[in-house]
């Protein structure tokens, strides 16, 4: 299947940009569709990409930008719903319109970004609307080819997770009180989810599945965060909290700008995020290792931090 261009919703995210450099890199096509063009000029960077301004709920639009493409790949996706962007409508509904106006114009291939323990039946609304979006997707009917990934947590430049807890530690001083801290994770690098993704575009074998896509370890929350510190160099006790205690912490978190936990978020870690079928053996890539992606981007602001702190107490001496 010789792809002309592929059409891109949520591609001005985390996942986004590495799918964006990955299809360029393999000098595919790229239309970006955006609810606004000036958040995503990041992207324009790459060569032969194009960014259109619609909205993705929006037949019409979907339409126009699906025009000329022979495949679309879907990463829209929240962990905070609001009262217009619920997780029904940007998880479960947004996949079935995408997989209708796919058949509809005739574009034969459909990608779209799950999650590890995505299920009708998963504690968190996260994950059931997630399980749900993702059934819609395979349910496009004849003519759309879909494959969907379910990532377990992801890593690299501009992530949510090693950044997030970097944050938080560089404030937080002495103890961390952490809930959930014994949910377990199998980070994995974004540039290797980029690069099964985009194998899978054109790959017939790869029709119609799923794929959980996890990296080499197995972490705890509680390890991912004293990883974090020890990259920082900072030194921190991290303290589990018990479940009504991190159900309480949740709660406060959730009502605070930057919603740093969520009472969903914390049902979503309950259930393990962890693969014991992972993907990547199909595409033969060797997912990267934390520690060998992790201090290239954290480690600067580590040294910064460090260097900040030195002249702080310099001065004070
Ligand atoms: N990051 C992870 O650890 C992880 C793990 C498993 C699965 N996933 C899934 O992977 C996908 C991409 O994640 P990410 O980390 O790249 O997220 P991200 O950085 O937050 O990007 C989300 C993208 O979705 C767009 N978007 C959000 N709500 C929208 C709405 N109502 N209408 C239109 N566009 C909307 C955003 O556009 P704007 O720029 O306009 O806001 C952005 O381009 C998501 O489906 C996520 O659930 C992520």
């Not at 996949?95 to 323990?117: D, K, N, Q, Y």
């Not at 595409?283 to 290792?289: C, D, H, L, V």
Request: charged share 25%; net charge positive.
């Amino acid at each position: 299947m010789q792809l002309r261009k592929v059409c891109i919703l949520g591609g001005s995210g985390f996942i986004g940009r590495s799918i964006c450099a990955e299809l360029a890199r393999r000098g595919v096509a790229v239309r970006v569709m955006v609810r606004r063009r000036e958040r995503a000029r990041h992207l324009l960077v790459f060569p032969q990409l194009e960014l259109v301004e619609g909205s993705c709920h929006f037949a019409p639009d979907l339409a126009g930008a699906f025009n000329g493409c022979d495949a679309v790949i879907n990463l829209v996706g929240i962990l905070h719903p609001s009262r217009d962007a619920t997780f029904e409508r940007v998880h479960a509904e947004l996949p079935a319109l995408l997989a209708r106006v796919c058949r509809e114009r005739g574009v034969p291939r459909f990608l779209h970004m799950s999650s590890l323990g995505a299920a009708r039946d998963a504690p968190s609304e996260y994950l059931r609307t997630k399980g749900k979006g993702e059934e819609e997707a395979h349910a496009a009917g004849a003519g759309v080819a879909a494959t969907s990934f379910r990532p377990s947590v992801v890593f690299g430049p501009g992530d949510g997770l090693f950044n997030r807890f970097a944050g938080l530690l560089r404030v937080v001083p002495f103890v961390v009180p952490l809930a959930r801290a014994d949910a377990r994770l199998q980070p994995v690098y974004v540039a290797d989810v980029a690069a099964a993704m985009c194998a899978a575009l054109d790959d017939r074998k790869t029709f119609g599945k799923r794929y959980d896509l996890g990296g080499p370890e197995v972490m705890t929350l509680e390890g991912v965060v004293r990883y974090t510190a020890e990259v920082l160099g900072l030194r921190r006790v991290v303290l589990p909290l018990g479940e009504r205690i991190g159900t309480l912490q949740a709660r406060v978190l959730e009502r605070l700008p930057g919603k740093l936990l969520t009472e969903d978020n914390l049902r979503s870690l309950g259930v393990d995020s962890v693969t014991a079928r992972n993907g990547f053996q199909d595409f033969g890539i060797s997912p990267a290792r934390v520690e060998s992606i992790v201090p290239g981007y954290l480690g600067e602001h580590g040294r910064r931090g460090r260097n900040q702190r030195f002249r702080r107490a310099a001065r004070r001496d």
